[in-house]
């Protein structure tokens, strides 16, 4: 049976058009996941069906007797209650019904009428058949598994964060429980705990759910199909993402060979009409009629759409580090009402690639923030190894300015740089043409994020600090930053709630809470392995599995290990620079030989020659500098 069926949705704003023909359909009990770049019409593809606006054109249709719930991702929650009775509200006819059923007891009570026996029987039955007993422990579970817990409870809801706002929005959403739930980014500021339950929820559940989400992880553990909104048009691709990702890459694959086979095939025969026309006999001129025919009949293939723009960033080093890239020992946090964290000591080696992980308000940002030297610690140390320079990357954006434009943001920072320099780096990351004047004050959450990450780009560092750098980023720009990443020579030390993004790059993690005594413990291995881990603690396996916790012998034997790995690797690149300097002085050679010889009177392979000689010297000249430079090391 279909819950939702949406036929040929449009939907334009004046010119510019942001939904064209848009259909799909949604069976009963489906999870659909919408995808697409920022400011592709998902959320007012939302609006459309929600009843919150109407389309240019086209019309939806819900399943008879469905009711739709939507969880929006900017919330204007305005009330005067508290969050567990914000929670309760849910349920106001469960609490009407509560407050009736006391009044027919006393009044059944002082009468001994049976008539009002019969009448307290039968509304106690059709409570408790209606959940009456148990929503309220249903409505503190959802709001402590969702990341608020029994502290927050008897707070006004005016007094929460946008974060916590949204949480409570999804909490009192899941407890109406909808025929159709339409989930806009429902990952936003929930940590790991939270984003697990909520993936489990939502599997057992046996509703209709439509998710907008950048959330690969997410929407890989969920979804049974995917539309993808790209270019204004939608597409319904059968699978999880990583299917989509799958076929979609052999649909566009198949698409460009059949449209170029076609143009070629178009070509071929309008050379024949040409030829045949040209030597303009009878036969020729019917033969010349006929293949127009054929041509004009000719079902024409479209050229494949580009693919809608996205950021390109690549990360420069500022030169090699030293092997011993960060030492943390023994550091302290706390506030006056809570203990951040104690006791914190690791190692950092180059090339590491280390995540920090834990829920939200265990310390991860303020962790980092002491590691970037933007907060100091209560006790301990943090020393940097030698030649090692910072970039840093904050997910507040406290580093932008607001009454600054676009452009002034990069050049208060690189004053040296030209405009030609700036507004390229700009357009790598779609600030083009008038948008490099936009005031920062009015940027959305991810151009401020496509923004940060250019004013980092244009500095030179060995050790990226990173802290939430997917926030605000659609999916093919976190791709983007985790190829440049991936790419990246030097050391990483993030903070991510996307585990997508952690599980393709993570060597190291660091985790707040496992043992929950205020210190952080370093696995060495990948996200799945820790989460592995993790599992096995819950179900009392974690006997059975080998734990990678960091002891100080553990750690020095590991260091030492890696050192020696590190100057293996530097010996290799030593030899290999030796033997491609020696092949390039034997290349200068011959190449000055024939330059004085038989080709100093053949001009065009003298040109030739010379061209080669450029170049070689060119390399010669950074394989020396580079074998300068590994040699020190």
Request: glycine share 6%; with cysteine.
């Amino acid at each position: 049976m279909i819950a939702l069926n949406c036929e040929s949705i449009s939907l334009s704003f004046g010119v510019d058009e942001v939904l064209k023909d848009v259909s799909f359909a949604v069976q009963e009990g489906e999870k659909l996941g919408i995808i697409g770049v920022n400011g592709a019409g998902k959320s007012s593809l939302f609006s459309i069906i929600s009843g919150k606006r109407e389309p240019s054109g086209g019309a939806f249709y819900i399943a008879k007797n469905h009711t739709v719930g939507m969880l929006e991702q900017n919330i204007a929650y305005e009330s005067s209650r508290t969050i567990l009775e914000e929670a309760y509200s849910a349920f106001s006819d469960l609490i009407e019904d509560e407050k009736r059923l006391e009044e027919l007891r006393i009044q059944a009570q002082n009468s001994g009428s049976e008539e009002d026996a019969k009448r307290f029987s039968a509304l106690q039955e059709s409570f408790t058949s209606r959940g009456g007993y148990e929503f309220r422990s249903r409505c503190k579970g959802i709001l402590k598994n969702l990341g608020l817990p029994e502290v927050f409870w008897d707070k006004p809801v005016s007094s929460l964060s946008g974060g916590q706002k949204t949480r409570l929005s999804l909490t009192c959403l899941l407890l109406t429980d909808p025929d159709i739930l339409m989930l806009d980014e429902p990952t936003n500021h929930l940590d790991v705990s939270a984003l697990f339950w909520l993936e489990n929820y939502l599997k057992a559940s046996k509703k209709t759910v439509l998710i907008i989400s950048h959330d690969r992880y997410f929407l890989d553990s969920i979804v049974d199909s995917v539309l993808e909104i790209e270019n204004c048009k939608g597409k319904l691709y059968k699978g999880n993402y990583t299917d989509y990702v799958k076929q979609k890459e052999v649909d566009r694959e198949l698409e460009e060979r059949h449209y170029r086979n076609q143009q070629k095939e178009i070509k071929r025969i309008e050379a024949y009409i040409e030829q045949q026309r040209r030597w303009n006999r009878e036969r020729n001129i019917i033969a010349a009629e006929s293949r127009q025919k054929q041509l004009d009949k000719m079902e024409k293939l479209e050229r494949p759409e580009n693919l809608p723009d996205t950021v390109r960033m690549r990360f420069e080093l500022s030169g090699e580090s030293g092997n011993d890239v960060m030492s943390v020992s023994r550091l302290r946090k706390a506030y006056p009402s809570k203990l951040l964290f104690d006791n914190v000591t690791f190692q950092v080696k180059k090339h590491d690639r280390l995540f920090i992980t834990g829920e939200n308000g265990c310390g991860k940002s303020t962790l980092i923030k002491i590691l970037a030297g933007r907060l100091g610690a209560d006790s301990g140390s943090v020393l940097l190894g030698s030649n090692v320079k910072i970039g840093y990357y904050d997910q507040e954006n406290q580093d932008l300015h607001p009454s600054s434009t676009v452009l002034d943001e990069l050049w208060n920072t690189y004053p040296t740089m030209t405009e030609t320099v700036l507004r390229n780096t700009l357009a790598l990351f779609l600030f083009k043409g008038d948008d490099v004047y936009k005031r920062v004050s009015l940027l959305s959450g991810g151009e401020k994020a496509r923004l940060t990450l250019a004013k980092l780009i244009l500095s030179k560092m060995n050790l990226l600090i990173l802290d939430e750098p997917t926030n605000h980023l659609d999916i093919v720009s976190r791709e983007r930053l985790e190829k440049a990443i991936a790419e990246f020579e030097g050391t990483v030390i993030a903070v991510s709630h996307d585990r997508y993004f952690v599980n393709k790059l993570a060597t190291r993690i660091a985790d707040f809470g496992t043992f929950e005594n205020g210190s952080v413990y370093v696995y060495e291995g990948n996200y799945q392995s820790f989460l592995d881990y993790k599992k096995s603690l819950q179900t009392g396996d974690g006997k059975n599995v080998k734990v990678e916790v960091m002891t100080a012998s553990k750690e020095q034997y590991l260091n030492a290990k890696r050192d020696l790995a590190d100057k293996r690797k530097q010996e290799r690149k030593i030899n290999r620079a030796k033997e491609d300097i020696e092949k390039l002085e034997k290349r200068i050679e011959e190449i000055n030989e024939e330059m004085s010889g038989d080709a100093a009177f053949d001009h065009v392979k003298l040109a030739s020659l010379s061209t080669e000689l450029s170049e070689c010297e060119e390399k010669l000249m950074e394989l020396y500098e580079l074998l300068d430079g590994l040699s020190e090391l």
